[in-house]
């Protein structure tokens, strides 16, 4: 499976992006999708993932409420729906994949096996 990430950019505070997670290849009933981002100086950080079968989602704290996951199984397309951005989302957002990811690891970088390009998301003050 290959993922493409796209959709990042500039916006100023309290404003909204869409990101685009195209995937190739096939994906099983296990799958799941997921978005991570990593700041400067900071670590990769959890946002949100989706399970590609049943459709459930899960998000970070810091972004539950202003941020929605959404997948599209027939165009093999995740979306990140942002609303109500702050400069602390600013950051490089990474798609990410993987079989049999179970709930207690959904969180974690470490259980996704393919991962897209970053694309950088600007939030001005």
């Known amino acids: 499976v290959q993922l493409q990430a796209y959709g990042g950019g500039r916006v100023q505070a309290g404003g909204s992006l869409r990101l685009s997670c195209a995937a190739s290849g096939r994906m099983s009933n296990s799958y799941a999708m997921g978005w991570f981002r990593q700041a400067p100086g900071k670590e990769r950080e959890f946002v949100a993932a989706i399970r590609w079968s049943g459709g459930t989602t899960f998000y970070a704290d810091s972004v539950k409420g202003r941020f929605t996951i959404s997948r599209d199984k027939a165009k093999n397309t995740v979306f990140l729906q942002m609303n109500s951005l702050k400069p602390e989302d600013t950051a490089v957002y990474y798609c990410?994949?993987?079989?049999?990811?179970?709930?207690?690891?959904?969180?974690?970088?470490?259980?996704?096996?393919?991962w897209g390009q970053g694309t950088q998301v600007t939030v001005s003050s």
């Open positions: 990410a994949g993987g079989p049999g990811i179970i709930v207690s690891s959904i969180w974690s970088a470490n259980s996704y096996t393919h």
